[in-house]
């Protein structure tokens, strides 16, 4: 089942997708929801955010060879994170689906993107066992960790690196029937394929992060937990388009933009 | 002018504390609102987390005697940091004044707390100057980042160290007239006074960070910036009460207490 969250003649709303119709209900994924009689074609609306995260958490150096490429880059240090320390991100930094990714005028070349998949908590949890991890999870989503890698190198807390206006497309939906080792992520720049990987390659699995997570905290319906992402990617400019493909799921697509100019209040 | 959100008879609201008296409001100090009729004492009322953050940002690091106290600990590295670094945490471990801090069962003793001036901000902003920085903050409350000290050596992010279940505590309410700089920063630990800073002596103020991340981010109403701790406090156990106060705005109170046995589903 595919939820899409989406605008139409000024109205937000949930819908289930359905090939390219989409059946627009009253309620949400999260606290319950009815058909509606009205259907919508999806090229006939802007696709929203598919949610607004109560807490967005982030796994951070999760496949082998994006922690190594990453050292041999000088970006973060050679190490490989020997349990699953989860990390936050604020949620100023979202966009949708075919928004705009825009590159601060003071950034350096060296902006990248960073394909993961998104993992939406769809009930209230705590103390789950790795075997029910997944009980908690409501479906999929994918997400572009856009990282500046000159400030990765400079910043304690990774905010300007990664969490400047627009670094965080996410969508375009929800997938909640998926086959996780099956799945590839694929990313396509200007249409070429740069970067595949297989996205259940993880150090640490989706199941060992809520775990573990569980332990301390509890989940909530409409948390996020962005997967991390593997290998090293190419350096972006304005007017590149990068497509995130995982099978299964869809494809996020997001077109980088300078920044226009600003004055300082 | 005090806004405090408050519980009674099964519905929570706005109000505008004066003295011991709540007038209560329809809508709230961020979207507008209408004084009622009704008023309600203090006392009589549940003291509620005076907001639920849209995004939890936090200074940390942010007063010198701090920074080197912790690295005398083992706990942090002796670095003074050399620019404004914003972090992220998740709303998750969010608690109200009067609300117990459960401390996990398997935490060491090195539980401490930290008592920090939380901004409020008020306004949608960008690009604000050091000098109109401030114009967009809506008031200022009180957090206590409680720590647990082992973690925070072990865990790359925090995660366990900063953010388990009510390990936030925030309140008791939001005092839009301050004077920052004739604030003092007073913690008590059973009713005895242990730690004392002036609130303003920061690395980095409230105006350098707001201008800092203005420039890459945009905050929104309802946002929060937890500005940091001064000292190094002694350890807690349960039983244990801490209050923070900040003088002119007010004391947030929370008790300590051991987490109940639990099984893993």
Known sequence: MRWIRFSVEGKTAYGILEGERIIEVSGDPFNGYEQTTQTHALHAVKIELPLIPRTFYCAGLNYVSHVSGMAAAGVTKPNIPQKPDIGFRGNGGLVAHDEPVIIPSNATSSIQYEGELVVVIGKKVKHLSVENALSCVLGYTIGNDVSERTWQKSDRTNWRAKNCDTFNPM?????????????????????????????????????????????YMTLYPGDVIWMGTDGVPPDLKAGDVVEIEITGVGTLRNTFQAEAPFTVD
């Open 171 to 215: 969508g375009p939906w929800i997938e909640t029937n998926v086959d996780l080792d099956a799945m590839q992520t694929i990313i396509r720049l200007n249409g070429a394929e740069k970067t595949r990987f297989k996205t259940n390659d993880m150090l640490f699995g989706i199941a060992t992060f809520i775990s573990a997570m569980t332990r």
